[in-house]
């Protein structure tokens, strides 16, 4: 059974405290990683997507990182605006989307 | 249309009643998925359709729980003798093409069994 689990649960950073986000899975071939962020009350949104190790994709202070076992969201000079729940996701064979629980972020002024 | 639609935004029923939820994809995505959120958890996966093809239902809770869509239009997921467990925000994902592209969410549908 396909398996995600993000670390840590919840962080709190000092705006400008750079930091990262990790996910961790265990799929039987992996067709793509996706990592969204949603807001209160709202659906998630699309962030990135990562389809093979040693992928990189980058998005104003957000960089996102795969490996053949997780991926990180690294987080460069947070504001507060960047203050939500991040998401990860992983596509396997039968395009099914698994979710992790998701890191709730807050990033203080 | 613009993104994925649901309706309504918020129900609030009464234990043991049947709630139907609405979701509008976007045009063309043949791709439609259905998940559960529980108040602070992560989604959980409910059912997806992918065109034609039979979808897979297998995340589906109970019985209680269907959906149905019609070619790669409208979906509904419907729930019978809803329970309080069943609280949740019910959320929709569309995608043009499984496997090739990131799915687009709609804001969700808040159920508040009573």
């Known amino acids: 059974e396909d398996q995600v689990t993000q670390s840590p649960e919840a962080l709190r950073l000092q705006e400008g405290e750079s930091s990262s986000l990790n996910c961790s899975y265990t799929v039987s071939g992996l067709r793509g990683l996706f990592w969204y962020r949603q807001d209160p009350g709202k659906g998630p949104e699309f962030l990135f997507t990562l389809y093979s190790a040693g992928e990189e994709k980058e998005k104003e202070r957000l960089k996102a990182t795969l490996t053949k076992k997780e991926s990180f969201l690294h987080i460069t000079a947070p504001k507060p605006e960047d203050s939500a729940t991040y998401l990860c996701a992983v596509e396997t064979s039968g395009s099914r989307l698994t979710f992790g629980e998701g890191t709730q972020l807050t990033v203080n002024p | 249309g613009a993104g994925v639609s649901q309706s309504p935004s918020n129900k609030v029923t009464e234990k043991g009643k049947d709630v139907e939820l609405r979701c509008d994809p976007i045009?063309?995505?043949?791709?439609l998925y259905w998940y559960r959120q529980r108040l602070g958890q992560g989604l959980e996966f409910l059912i997806y359709?992918?065109?034609?093809?039979?979808?897979?239902k297998s995340g589906l809770p109970s019985d209680r729980f269907s959906a149905e869509r019609t070619g790669e239009s409208v979906s509904t997921l419907t729930i019978q003798r809803t329970q309080q467990e069943d609280s949740a925000v019910y959320l929709c994902?569309?995608?043009?093409?499984?496997?090739?592209?990131?799915?687009?969410f709609g804001q969700g549908t808040r159920l508040t069994v009573v």
């Open positions: 045009s063309g995505h043949t791709a």
């Open positions: 359709f992918q065109g034609n093809s039979a979808p897979d």
């Open positions: 994902a569309s995608r043009s093409q499984a496997g090739t592209t990131e799915a687009f």
